[in-house]
Antibody, heavy 116, light 111 residues
Framework: EVQLVQSGAEVKKPGESLKISCKGSGYNFRKDWIGWVRQMPGKGLEWMGIIYPDDSDTKYNPSFQGQVTFSADKSINTAYMQWSSLKASDTAIFYC?????????WGQGTLVTVSS | QSVLTQPPSVSGAPGQRVTISCTGSSSNIGADYDVHWYQQLPGSAPKLLIYGHDNRPSGVPDRFSGSKSGTSAFLAITGLQAEDEADYHCQSFDRRLGFYVFGSGTKVTVL
């Protein structure tokens, strides 16, 4: 069974750094793209970008380029997204999902709250 | 402002048919890129509902169907049930932007 399990909710202050994770199981993790999707409070879904774990090739939505960094450790089937300096406007739920021309399996989401 | 426009809400009585539109342009749906649909139940992660315009993953009831015409795609729910109350999102690729885009999302309410 394909599963993506994300790290738990985070509460951070503006300016702090953060790295959240997404661990895959039940399939060949390194050979399928993993995507990240943002959902701000009460809003729709936004495609942030994708990463190919086998070689860490990445494709960013220009709106998020430079704001977040994707990475992956294929040895432990885990993808990451990190911020170096959070802003209040980064408050959202972030989902990872396996991408095979569409997002067919999703993680449960990680709620990130940024507040002073 | 989403590149793919959906009605904010649609509603119907149990057993009725509802249709959700996803209106794009010649740089996405009209360029024949695949359209996918996701269902997001309250408080849950999205779930793939329809892929490639009108294909259902295993386990998705055949009450859900997808179609496309010109620069728009449509999700139809027939025999509406209380458990269908959720947000529905369309997704496609936009060649002008060069990345994938989601629709603005539609909340389905079962009366």
């Amino acid at each position: 069974e394909v599963q993506l399990v994300q790290s738990g909710a985070e509460v951070k202050k503006p300016g702090e750094s953060l790295k959240i994770s997404c661990k895959g199981s039940g399939y060949n993790f390194r050979k399928d793209w993993i995507g990240w999707v943002r959902q701000m409070p009460g809003k729709g879904l936004e495609w942030m970008g994708i990463i190919y774990p086998d070689d860490s090739d990445t494709k960013y939505n220009p709106s998020f380029q430079g704001q977040v960094t994707f990475s992956a450790d294929k040895s432990i089937n885990t993808a990451y997204m990190q911020w170096s300096s959070l802003k209040a406007s980064d408050t959202a739920i972030f989902y990872c999902a396996r991408y095979t021309n569409y997002f067919d399996y999703w993680g449960q989401g990680t709620l990130v709250t940024v507040s002073s | 402002q989403s590149v793919l426009t959906q009605p904010p809400s649609v509603s119907g009585a149990p057993g009725q048919r509802v249709t959700i539109s996803c209106t794009g342009s010649s740089s996405n749906i009209g360029a024949d890129y695949d359209v996918h649909w996701y269902q997001q139940l309250p408080g849950s992660a999205p779930k793939l509902l329809i892929y490639g315009h009108d294909n259902r993953p295993s386990g998705v009831p055949d009450r859900f169907s997808g179609s496309k015409s010109g620069t728009s795609a449509f999700l139809a729910i027939t025999g509406l049930q209380a458990e269908d109350e959720a947000d529905y999102h369309c997704q496609s690729f936009d060649r002008r932007l060069g990345f994938y885009v989601f629709g603005s999302g539609t909340k389905v309410t079962v009366l």
